[in-house]
Nanobody, 120 residues
């Protein structure tokens, strides 16, 4: 079994920065995809950024140049550095990972979400 734990959310003023962390724990052989999503009430969850085997993309145009995804494979951890935050970035941020287990098979797991609130 794999557990995914997010941290780093909170309240920040517009223009400020936060760094989210997402760590996966368990019998993991390999990490493939590591992603950050966000969701606001009444809207669908949207992909913010993706890291795939060393490559990375920002999926949402509104965060390009402001958000950066990175990963530490040795720690099974993915980060989302968020700079120049705007009120419209307010959301619950979720981490999703795709892993290969030591016992075999490839599975996806979600974290519980961390709230990011951008407000003065």
């Amino acid at each position: 079994q794999v557990q995914v734990e997010e941290s780093g959310g909170g309240l920040v003023q517009p223009g400020g920065s936060l760094r989210l962390s997402c760590a996966a724990f368990g019998s993991i052989r390999s990490m493939y995809v590591m992603e950050w999503y966000r969701q606001v009430p009444g809207k669908e969850r949207e992909l913010v950024a993706r890291s795939v085997n060393g490559g990375s993309i920002n999926a949402v145009d509104s965060v390009k140049g402001r958000f950066t995804i990175s990963r530490d494979n040795g720690k099974n951890t993915v980060y989302l550095q968020m700079n120049s935050l705007k009120p419209e970035d307010t959301a619950v941020y979720y981490c999703r990972v795709e892993v290969e287990l030591v016992s075999g098979g490839r599975y996806q797991y979600w974290g519980q979400g961390t709230q990011v609130t951008v407000s003065s």
